[in-house]
């Protein structure tokens, strides 16, 4: 079983009593804790690691708390800070959220409130570097409009690569708002025949008595309303590739004239008399099953065939949960850009919001949600109360990986035993000498002392010296 590795927290406040109480208080709920004194030590112990979280105060000598801030924000920009502020009016607080704080918490401190707070910076935090992971994983992909760094999606580029070097015919399998158009699209500009047009045509959104027309062009007077001749998609895709999407609402009539088309490569337009000859590649989607309607009589076999030369299926949204935070934070970039909107962030409780929601439209819905929060959305952030009131659903049940559990470790504590171990080992061997112990450890000066703290070992270092000593005559 694999549980959480405590969150590391630097507290920085230059009142040694509250620092030991706030120690006390995160330790006890599970956190590890680094106690610092002053703006100046926070920012050398950043260089040699950075936490989950800072609680900072504002009011101290030397580098005070703003300042602090400030020189944090400019190396770790998406590190959260908690501001401590004895300032009841909160005016100090307001300009540090201003300058990139996460929130603030006036004194007298209370301990439900500062554990609920942390939590919720630390998660975040987590989110926050999540996405930015995701982000690189997926840099220079190439394949405009699709997100993804899930396994399902990893497959799904790996054919899309394998189908650059080929010319047969796709049929794209995926439920509806899946990025069907975005895949054949990507398969188009990934081929030989990117130079060329890309020509898509929802079959379900076209009158029947129009669709061969559409598809195939017409010449004037062929019937009523033809003032002039038409050039039809299939013409306009010489060279390039045509998209049929939702392929499994054509008539039996368009299918037989489909069918003729992929047999023959040229058509007559309608009322035409001569033939037309046209180079394309076809790539088509449904959200049925093909197989089932030919089975059923509703779909032409020999088509079929002709069409599933290579199938390639598409995971619903529910089934590659992962890529959510991902897609939310491309849709919400999106929006900035084309609104201008605040909301430059999703909190981590809305975040479980989506990751919770099951997703029947898939990634349409999502990209609906996010434009529809950002425009009710009052600060920089998206909370829960921003989302639709049908994605909060009690009790729902998700597969979504919860990111507090990305790092892990053995549940028997033997990690934690043996770390112990290991530094008392190096403190009788080096005879207590705090920097022959870092060298050999490879620890910071800052990682050193908080292990001291950890395994209660601050005060015991002449015990130890005398130990090993014992141990040696």
């Not at 999540?130 to 690189?136: G, I, K, N, T």
């Not at 989302?387 to 909060?392: K, Q």
């Given at each position: 079983m694999n549980v959480e590795l405590p969150s590391l927290i630097y507290v920085v406040d230059d009142d040694e009593h509250l620092r030991m109480l706030l120690c006390r208080w995160l330790e006890r709920a599970g956190f590890e804790v680094c106690p610092l004194n002053d703006g100046v030590v926070c920012l050398e112990a950043l260089e040699e690691e950075i936490p989950a979280a800072v609680c900072l105060d504002l009011n101290m000598p030397g580098l005070s708390g703003l300042e602090t801030l400030e020189r944090?924000?400019?190396h770790n920009p998406s590190l959260p800070i908690i501001v401590l502020t004895a300032d009841a009016t909160a005016g100090t607080a307001v300009e540090a959220m201003k300058r990139g704080a996460h929130d603030y918490l006036t004194k007298p401190l209370d301990e439900t409130k500062l554990l609920t707070t942390l939590r919720n910076a630390v998660e975040h935090g987590r989110l926050s570097l999540?996405?930015?992971?995701?982000?690189?994983e997926v840099e220079g992909r190439g394949y405009p409009g699709i997100v993804g760094s899930s396994a399902a999606m990893k497959a799904v580029f790996r054919q899309i690569d394998r189908l650059a070097v080929s010319d047969v015919s796709v049929l794209i399998h995926g439920e509806s708002g899946t990025g069907k158009e975005l895949v054949a699209k990507a398969i188009h500009q990934s081929s030989g025949r990117s130079k060329k047009a890309f020509v898509a045509v929802n079959s379900a959104a076209i009158p029947e008595n129009l669709l061969e027309s559409e598809l195939f062009g017409h010449e004037k007077g062929s019937f009523t309303g033809a003032v002039g001749r038409r050039i039809g998609r299939f013409e306009e895709?010489?060279?390039g590739t045509i998209f049929l999407d939702e392929i499994g609402e054509l008539s039996p009539n368009v299918q037989a004239k489909l069918l003729r088309v992929l047999q023959e490569r040229n058509f007559q337009r309608v009322g035409g008399t001569f033939q037309v000859k046209s180079n394309f590649r076809l790539v088509t989607a449904t959200h049925r099953n093909l197989a089932e309607e030919v089975k059923a009589g509703r779909f032409r076999e020999d088509l079929f065939f002709r069409l599933a030369v290579f199938e390639l299926d598409l995971p619903p949204l529910r089934k590659r949960t992962g890529d959510i935070p991902l897609l939310a934070a491309s849709f919400l970039r999106e929006q900035q850009t084309t609104m201008g909107s605040t909301a430059k962030s999703i909190s981590s409780a809305a975040m479980q919001v989506l990751l919770r929601h099951e997703w029947p439209g898939n990634i349409r819905e999502l990209q609906n949600v996010i434009q529809r929060a950002v425009v009710?959305?009052?600060g920089e952030e998206i909370l829960p109360q921003d989302?639709?009131?049908?994605?909060?659903v009690a009790g729902g049940a998700t597969n979504a990986p919860a990111f507090n559990e990305l790092d892990s470790r053995d549940s028997s504590g033997t990690l934690e035993d043996a770390s112990k171990r290991l530094l008392v080992a190096a403190l009788v061997k080096h005879d207590g000498n705090a920097s022959a112990v870092m060298r050999e450890l490879k620890v910071g000066r800052t990682r050193f002392y908080r292990m001291l703290r950890k395994f209660d070992l601050e005060g015991r270092i002449d015990e130890i010296r005398q130990s090993g000593k014992g141990s040696s005559e």
């Open positions: 944090i924000r400019e999540r996405v930015a992971q995701l982000e690189r895709a010489d060279g009710v959305a009052e989302l639709p009131s049908r994605l909060h």
